[in-house]
């Protein structure tokens, strides 16, 4: 996978040089390139905002430079993901999708935002735009947003992960509950242990045990996601587990008891 990110502040994607990402690029799975989006100003000073049209606080990114940057770096069927706190939110369903595409150019606004020109042009000549935010909060830029994108669908991408059950298993994966409390030694940890279930060595009850915590969990942090949940996934057990913790499986949905 290609991935292209255009910035003022190519510093801030440094990180993309650790950890898995940065063993992905060694590894040639991923071929991440990092610009200044004001080596496209054509100015002495390279000015790549001015003010916005109408009036108003702040300052509006060119779209004559972000058109020169993105004509330079976009390829043939490339995503354009544009990160901002108007777009749809950012999930693991998005970083899914996103991790089957062969090429990702993410542009990085600051300031009041790019001219909306710039998305509208793209779309309009074909190129894939996805605006996306990654929360309900606002960011002085695109940058820190798109390390957690990149990140997020990087891991997705087959090879870059060691272990392909740990992607399964993991919190907002397909089955739709979070992750269950894990542990590991020493047994006891100020006054604290293990349960004993976990070092009983019987799988059956292991993978029952994580079910229920995973479900108890959820219902307690993301009752959303409880309220979402697919009927036809939960066995018995489930049921029971659920209808202790006040939510009753009814054939076409998930509701607390009493609904
Ligand atoms: N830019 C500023 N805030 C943002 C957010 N929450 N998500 C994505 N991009 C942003």
């Not at 399964?168 to 279930?197: F, K, M, N």
């Not at 915590?213 to 939960?234: C, K, N, S, V």
């Amino acid at each position: 996978m290609r991935v292209d990110v255009l910035t003022i502040f190519p510093a801030y994607l440094d990180a993309l040089e650790l950890s898995l990402v940065g063993k992905a690029r060694t590894a040639g799975l991923l071929d991440v390139r990092v610009h200044d989006l004001r080596d496209w100003a054509h100015d002495r000073h390279r000015t790549v905002d001015d003010t916005p049209a109408g009036g108003g606080a702040g300052m509006v990114m060119r779209p004559d430079v972000w058109g020169a940057a993105l004509s330079d770096v976009l390829t043939e069927g490339a995503t354009l993901v544009v990160p901002t706190p108007s777009g749809p939110t950012f999930t693991q369903r998005t970083a899914e999708d996103w991790a089957t595409r062969e090429h990702l150019v993410f542009a990085c606004g600051r300031y009041e935002g790019i001219d909306a020109r710039v998305a509208e042009h793209h779309r309009a000549r074909g190129v894939r735009v996805e605006e996306a935010s990654i929360g309900d909060y606002v960011l002085n830029g695109g940058e820190v947003a798109t390390l957690v994108m990149v990140e997020a669908v990087a891991r997705l991408v087959p090879g870059v992960l060691g272990n392909a059950e740990s992607v399964v298993e993991e919190s907002h994966s397909a089955e739709g509950l979070l992750e269950y409390p894990v542990y590991t030694r020493p047994v006891e940890w100020e006054g604290l242990a293990i349960p004993d279930v976990l070092m009983s060595g019987h799988h059956g009850k292991v993978a029952r045990w994580r079910r229920d915590q995973a479900l108890a969990r959820t219902a307690e942090r993301r009752p959303d996601m409880i309220a979402a949940l697919d009927p036809t996934r939960l066995d018995k057990r489930d049921r029971a587990t659920l209808g202790d913790l006040g939510w009753w499986v009814h054939p076409d949905g998930v509701r607390p008891a009493g609904e």
